[in-house]
């Protein structure tokens, strides 16, 4: 029981950085096209990079060498 808890509580936070990931790139293709300057703030920008990092490792923590 408390794995499963887990495992879902971790499908949750994937899910969370994706969104998160494609909401930040949805924010830097309209600035660019607005020809604006794309500014994050400090917990904006620690929220990216540790939801691209979240990522990256549910990506390659499957992968066998």
Known sequence: MGIELVNKA????????ILNIIRNSFFLIRTFREEE???LNKTQL???GLSIA???MSLTSNIKL
């Open 54 to 56: 979240y990522v990256l």
């Open 10 to 17: 971790l499908l949750f936070l994937l899910y969370f950085a």
């Open 46 to 48: 620690i929220s990216l």
């Open 37 to 39: 300057r794309f500014v």
